[in-house]
Structures are given as C-alpha cells and as structure tokens.
C-alpha cells in the first residue's frame, strides 16, 4: 500500500459524525466504493479482522501492535490519514499493552533448580508456541481472499459454405470448380493494371495531457502496479481536476464510480469509462490507449463485454 507521501490522504474530518473507529472507517470504504475483499486483497490484512475493526469488535483483534497496523492499512486504503485514525482507535479500545511484571529476586536453592536440558526444552518450547501463536495472528494461516470470476466470451461457430446444387460437378476436380478458360481475360492485376485496394483507417495519434474532472464527489486510485507506487489516492472534489504526470508511464485508473469521471486528452474529450455506480480498475491512463479507447466503435447493451 501507499504511504501519505503517494498520494493525498483524506482529512478525517469528512466523516464528521461517523463515531467510532469501525464505523468511520466502514463510512470511508462504502463512499469509496469499495468491498472488504478488495481492501484485504491490497493490504493482506486478513478479512476476518478487518471485518472485526469495522463492527468496533476488539475482542476479535490480535494483540494491540497488530490491531493499530491493521487500522493503519484499513486507513490508508480508502484514503484517511492513518495516524488519526490509530489515535482514535487507541482511545476506543480496551487493549493495552503488555508491561512484563518484575519478580522479586530471591536466592534460589540450587537442589530445587531444574536440570540445564529441562530448561532448553523449555525454552524452545515457549519460542515454538510463541511463533505460532504470532504467526496465526497475522493472518499467515488465513486463506487469500477468493479472485474475481471471469466470464469467459464464447466464439460465434463458424456457418459452414453453401454450394449450389445446381452447380456442375466437372470431373477431375474434386472441389466442383470449373477448369480455367485458356481465352478468358486475365484479371486486371496481370494486365499491368493495380487492383483497387481499400486505403486502411490512419492511426489515431497519441499525445496531449491527460485530464481527469469530477463530476460529484468520487473517489480515484491512479497507481502503477510495476512498481507499487501511486501518484493520486483520495477523494476528488466535485469540479476538482487532476492533471496525469506525463513522466510516469504505465499508471492505471481504479475508481468506484467510473460515470463521475470525465477523461479529456490534449482537451478532446473521451467517452465514459463506465456507468454512473460502476467500479473499474486497470484502466490505462496512456494517451494512446485513451485515444485508441475514443475510436473504438461502441459496444451494443447487453452484448458481452
């Protein structure tokens, strides 16, 4: 995930009102239109407990330096600043940490003391057992998130050719056709002449900046998934423009509501990348392949996407 410095963080303060931690953060994710699956898939933190911080369920927490990392990531993911939002939750919680208590050192009476083996067995043991226990509360155990199903697009069968049945069969030539005539006129190609080819569609240029416009407040993720680094995450105003760095190839777009979008290259406009409520991602932010998106013929309702 993305630290502040990747990306805008959105203030806390436009949830005012959404009480606690579970709740404010559960407010950001629905305005984000986000799932939970989709913020365990980007943090790796474990949907069970992130399930349990949204519900202020701290019973069902790890151990309280684990809880704050998992509130941290659940923050930054749909765009709040996640040391505000780790105070808060430190306030709300009943978790404290672990303060080891100090035993009075008396003198021991070496018969009682127990053999050097029984002590190393011991030892590795309680590290064995303190491992596991770790590792099972940071979600190593837990199952991934399941991935999106996709809808595999069937190719339309292949018609068959029709012959006439009143085609004469010559015999000899085992398709039906007719041997050539020696005397008939040769095609206009062999008699010097250039055959009339159809002039292919010129390339749609590439170039321009790349402008993105909120149309209502929507919130936008334009990331690069080759080197895990962001140029934009939070909530765009409405009216709010965001101009895409020219010298950062390869990001793409991930937003909730792709109809609040409005995507412009060197000022020509694009059409929507989706519908009013439609959440894509992966949408290349690339001149080109903004343009080459515009020329695209428009895809009937209801046909496979």
């Known amino acids: 995930m993305t630290g502040p410095e990747d990306g805008e963080e959105v203030s806390v303060e436009t949830f005012v009102g959404a009480g606690k931690t ?12 986000l799932e939970l699956t989709d913020i365990a898939r980007e943090t790796k933190v474990p949907l069970r407990h992130l399930r349990a911080i949204e519900d202020d369920n701290h019973v069902a927490l790890p151990a309280l330096p684990y809880s704050i990392g998992f509130v941290k990531s659940f923050a930054r993911s749909v765009g709040l600043d996640p040391e ?11 978790q404290t940490p672990h303060v080891p208590s100090v035993a009075a050192i008396e003198p021991l009476d070496e018969r ?8 190393l067995t011991s030892v590795a043991a309680v590290l064995l057992i303190v491992g596991g226990l770790s590792a099972w509360g940071s979600g190593l155990f837990d199952a991934p998130p399941p991935a999106a199903p996709v809808a595999a697009v069937a190719a339309p069968p ?7 049945t009143d085609q004469a069969i010559v015999p000899g030539d085992a398709t039906g056709t007719p041997p050539a005539d020696p005397n008939a006129i040769a095609p206009a190609s062999a008699a010097g002449v250039a055959p009339n080819t159809a002039t292919p569609a010129p390339a749609v240029a590439a170039g321009g900046a790349v402008v ?3 149309k ?5 993720k334009i990331y690069d998934r080759t080197t895990r680094t962001s140029a934009k995450v939070g909530i765009l105003k409405t009216g709010e423009t965001f101009t895409v760095p020219a010298d ?3 990001l793409l777009l991930w937003t909730g509501k792709a109809g609040a979008v409005a995507v412009t290259v060197g000022g020509r406009a694009i059409p929507p990348l989706g519908g009013p409520v439609q959440t894509v991602r992966d949408v290349s932010l690339a001149p080109a392949d903004l343009l080459a998106r ?12």
């Open 22 to 33: 579970g709740q404010l953060l559960g407010e950001a994710r629905a305005a984000a239109g």
């Open 112 to 119: 009682r003391m127990p053999s050097r083996g029984l002590v």
């Open 212 to 214: 993105l416009t909120a």
């Open 158 to 164: 292949v018609a068959a050719p029709v012959v006439p």
């Open 248 to 250: 950062q190839p390869g």
């Open 294 to 305: 515009a020329a695209a013929p428009a895809v009937p309702a209801g046909a496979p996407q």
């Open 84 to 94: 505000t939002v780790a105070r808060q939750f430190r306030s709300e919680t009943s």
């Open 216 to 220: 209502e407040d929507v919130w936008v």
